[in-house]
């Protein structure tokens, strides 16, 4: 035996007590901290404005931390700039493809920008192209590709050099729900075929529940809760119910119609004339709530039980759904 290697798996990206601060009064990061660990797909959910994009810019050094600390692929994102920026590829919001040239074109220029030659470029490019099922539309110019053609190219023109920490911010808003898929797909192979690392963020718990090994749910610029999904949902008891109102109520005026069932119900949050808990036991507390809530001259139009999804999970750490946290009518 020679040298000794290091054994320990190195975490690919270490977020540690991040925060920012815009304009004196924007508290965009209040102490984000996180691991991913190397090969696996890691996703920041959470609505419009937590800090996702604040996030990753600071991972991918396009903005400074007020205070805190990472590395991504080992290095110091203040002090090695340039280390991190070589072994990342990434994938903003908004798109990075040139609308007049081909997709082949937008990939060597991508491929030049980090040092390859010409032909290096156009080899790593049509083997991208093949990868994402791109080769019929190589030579075409890409203002004529769809909005999923696009995103992918986008993603495609991430990967050029070969990095081993990809982010993706939002990599999905915006496509129709058969590009998301494609994409889905795509995105799953990248971590499980290439062992590269991928840091994603998304407002769709559907594609943080699909595509993350591991989920940070954030809200106002802090981590909440992190973990597997399962771990996550694991996480609630019981059955999450929703009760849909005939009219809206005052949240008052329903937490005092179930206020002899206190000790059974979780999580009560009323928005709307929605009606939001998690029961220990469904069967037995779901007719105890209606009785109560039509005792108290409350009407009902619709019920609904199930186990726990990541909304619950969110809202039971943030006291609002991301679906509502994303309408705007949160508070
Ligand atoms: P997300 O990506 O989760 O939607 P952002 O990180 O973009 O959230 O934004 C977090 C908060 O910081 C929001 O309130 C947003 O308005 C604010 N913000 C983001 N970028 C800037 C900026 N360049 N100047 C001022 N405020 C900003
Ligand atoms: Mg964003």
Partial sequence: MGETTIATRAHAVEARGLTKTYGGKTKALQGVSFDVEAGRVFALLGPNGAGKSTTVKIL??????????????????????????????????????????TGLENLVLQGQLFGMSGAEARRRGAELLERFNLAHVAKRVTHTYSGGMQRKLDVAMGLMHRPSVLFLDEPTTGLDPEARADLWREVAHLAGDDGLTVLLTTHYLEEADRLADRIAIVDHGRVVAEGTSDELKGGLRGDAVQIELDIEVPEARVRASLA????????????????????????????????????????????KMARPTLDDVYLHHTGHTLTEAEQGNAR
């Fill in 260 to 303: 002899r069932l206190d000790g059974q119900l979780h999580d009560v949050k009323v928005n709307g004339r929605a009606l939001h808990a998690r029961v220990d036991n469904g069967a037995k507390a779901l007719p105890a709530m209606l009785a109560a809530l039509d005792g108290a001259g409350i009407g009902v139009v619709s019920v």
């Fill in 60 to 101: 991918t050094t396009l903005a400074r931390p007020d205070s805190g600390t990472a590395t991504v692929a080992g290095h110091d994102v203040l002090r090695e700039p340039n280390h991190v920026r070589r072994a990342i590829g990434c994938v903003g919001q908004k798109s990075a493809v040139d609308l007049e040239a």
